[in-house]
């Protein structure tokens, strides 16, 4: 079948969003083969098209040569042409990201920003249109596959990206066809030469480890294929099943997420279920095993993402932003001087117990060094929680001790507590719990003032 009528009927069935009646497509086009046919397929199915290309000056004369080309393209058609040059290098250096990331991030944002525009002039939604293809789709299912990155990553690139509002009409077509219709309608293109390089990782796969599977199986892209669509339909009932554990499990506090601990342990298959509840964190699949540690390890332990810690307190886990002025559960590590809540900030110091100056202060707790194992937990009280106040040899409730206070409803609602291992060491701002206080045998102190 020719693959005009191929594209023309997998738009219909697969695409059903775009319509060349009424949507606006602005395809991403760097003058290589697959966006050059993509171009020529969908203005010849009588599309509104504009072409945007990017030049992240990477390759110096080669860059600006495929810039110059596209121009060309542009002119031939009688299109729109959007260029935009990047300085791809400064900007990953800046961002900590590597070429790849920076490169993605950058050409997405900037095709995100001409959407927006053309979807205000026009009033109807516009499009971008990438020429991703079959053999791109298996490329990446391996890729993912080989990441661990969970049954998801074994669907491969959707049709649509909703997000995005980004469109892959050519993912039914082979590398082959693509080339065998550049090559029957004479249309010219560019070489990339950093294709050729193994240094990227799916040049890698393409260039390498996918032909030596070819000699194998040779009917790998076909099996491969195949199985994107079996694993699709197999995710949609994943995605199911997973979503009615985390239903039972998860309950959002703010910011922060809260998983009891006992009811975590009775799940089965327990592994999957923690990867499915972290990935959205910025965890990985290699942190469900530190997880599950959490279980037996002492009170206030935790593991870390980019943005976020899972912290052990009590019978619960709770994941909490790892920016300070928006969690509700804070870990203070030894080394910290300075802690930021939603109630203040701590200054922390250590100080000689010989020459202290005991402060009537209600802001400043002074605390036995001695008796302070870190890491501490900054939280805001519970019901339930309970202390020994300073002077006091009997434990007394925090909502007790509020009472005799006589705190205001809102003064309660705003309080914090400063724990360790399950024992409450301060009520911030308030009183300091006993078993932590200052002795003639004191050596060290660590001072805690609220400010």
Known sequence: ???LLKFKQFIANAVPQLHPSNDELLVAVSGGIDSIVLTDLLIKSKFDVAIAHCNFQLRGAESDRDEAFVHQLADRYGVPLFVQRFNTKQFAEENKLSIQEAARKLRYDWFGEILENKTAKSGNPAYLATAHHADDNVETMLMHFFRGTGIQGLTGMPFYHKERRMVRPLLFASREEILVYANDHRLAWVEDSSNASDKYTRNLFRNKIIPSLKEVFPQLEENLQGNLQRFSEIAELYTEVVAQHKKKLIETRGSEVHIPLLKLQKTS??????FEIIKEYNFSS???DELIKLFDADNGSFIESASRRIIKNRGWLIIAPKKNDIADHIIIEEKETHVHFSNGELHIKKLDGANIQVSADKDVALLDASAIRFPLLLRKWKQGDYFYPLGMKKKKKLS?????QKLS?????SAWVLEMDKKIVWVVGHRIDDRFKLTPGTKNVI???KL
């Open 1 to 3: 079948m020719d693959l």
């Open 269 to 274: 298959p327990l592994k999957t279920i923690i």
């Open 286 to 288: 290699a942190q469900v």
């Open 400 to 404: 007790r001790f509020f009472i005799d």
């Open 409 to 413: 409803l809102v003064d309660k609602e």
């Open 447 to 449: 001072a805690i003032k």
